[in-house]
């Protein structure tokens, strides 16, 4: 059963500087996480009605349970997290999930 590692950013004041880093930056750490399976990023453009709480949302996909937390301890996640916190604290949710499909 997959397991996702959800990240919801609220609109930074300078969206420019932000995606620069994202993509440039942080993306680069997040992708050598171990386990990590898939990596996606979706600008946010809308919701039915009003505005949208958030602006960004990543989707990191690990086969299992135990992959994703070995992935979390792992020195390639913890810089991945001290970068985050450094740019990005304040605006991000973090969430995890599980497919419940069957």
């Not at 949302?57 to 979390?72: G, L, S, Y």
């Not at 991945?80 to 973090?94: E, K, P, Q, W």
């Amino acid at each position: 059963m997959s397991v996702k590692l959800i990240a919801l950013y609220r609109k930074p004041e300078d969206e420019h500087a932000f995606l620069q880093h994202y993509n440039e930056v942080h993306m680069p750490l997040v992708r050598k996480t171990p386990h990590l399976e898939r990596a996606s990023v979706s600008r946010v453009t809308g919701q039915p009605m009003g505005e949208p709480a958030y602006f960004l949302m990543a989707e990191m996909v690990f086969p299992d349970q135990a992959r994703f937390q070995e992935a979390m301890r792992s020195p390639e996640n913890r810089a991945a997290g001290r970068d985050l916190v450094g740019f990005a604290s304040g605006l991000v949710t973090l969430i995890v999930t599980e497919d419940a499909s069957s």
